[in-house]
T-cell receptor, first 110, second 115 residues
Framework: GQQVMQIPQYQHVQEGEDFTTYCNSSTTLSNIQWYKQRPGGHPVFLIQLVKSGEVKKQKRLTFQFGEAKKNSSLHITATQTTDVGTYFCAGGTGGFKTIFGAGTRLFVKA | NAGVTQTPKFQVLKTGQSMTLQCAQDMNHNSMYWYRQDPGMGLRLIYYSASEGTTDKGEVPNGYNVSRLNKREFSLRLESAAPSQTSVYFC??????????????FGPGTRLTVL
């Protein structure tokens, strides 16, 4: 079946270092969403990408959608302790179902 | 405007017991979803309801049933709980599921342990 693979599973960084998580789909996606889940919390929507090659920025966060609409990345510049949590990508397959990646858990050491 | 609410927040069951997880949203959303989250597994879709009056199976429906009671409420029932159903359950809603999957708004989750 359709899968969305996300790497790495964990990432430890020193505060101020950059961080990137990657998503790869086995099939072409209609769109991709990114969510953040703080420890003990629930997923919260960050952004949606729809167009091939699309790049969007939110302050220190940069999101990219691949040309083939099969991969995506989230890059955080100069991480802060408030960035701690798990970042999920979610691939749209056309319709109601969204396939979530397993998430990348980010640890930031002050 | 509470968004998506879930009850209970925590529950411990014995194997074979039944229970219903409740979910309600006040955002007038058409679509609602139930996910389970296990360590290292991400979010897996159990059932979803595209609109009031319809329900469909997701990725892991076995052992669960759902009811879309009205536009606001979507419940998840475990008829005979098993230890493998120990997980965190999230309810979510979205405006509508069209060609582009909509932003989903998640509830706070129910942490279920089956002994």
């Amino acid at each position: 079946g359709q899968q969305v693979m996300q790497i790495p599973q964990y990432q430890h960084v020193q505060e101020g270092e950059d961080f990137t998580t990657y998503c790869n789909s086995s099939t072409t996606l209609s769109n991709i969403q990114w969510y953040k889940q703080r420890p003990g919390g629930h997923p919260v929507f960050l952004i949606q990408l729809v167009k091939s090659g699309e790049v969007k920025k939110q302050k220190r966060l940069t999101f990219q959608f691949g040309e083939a609409k099969k991969n995506s990345s989230l890059h955080i510049t100069a991480t802060q302790t408030t960035d701690v949590g798990t970042y999920f990508c979610a691939g749209g397959t056309g319709g109601f179902k969204t396939i979530f990646g397993a998430g990348t858990r980010l640890f930031v050491k002050a | 405007n509470a968004g998506v609410t879930q009850t209970p927040k925590f529950q411990v069951l014995k194997t074979g017991q039944s229970m219903t997880l409740q979910c309600a949203q006040d955002m007038n959303h058409n679509s609602m979803y139930w996910y389970r989250q296990d360590p290292g597994m991400g979010l897996r879709l159990i059932y979803y309801s595209a609109s009031e009056g319809t329900t469909d199976k997701g990725e892991v429906p076995n052992g669960y049933n759902v009811s879309r009671l009205n536009k606001r409420e979507f419940s998840l029932r475990l008829e005979s709980a098993a230890p493998s159903q120990t997980s965190v359950y999230f309810c979510a809603s979205s405006v509508t599921g069209g060609f582009f999957s909509d932003t989903q708004y998640f509830g706070p989750g129910t942490r279920l342990t089956v002994l």
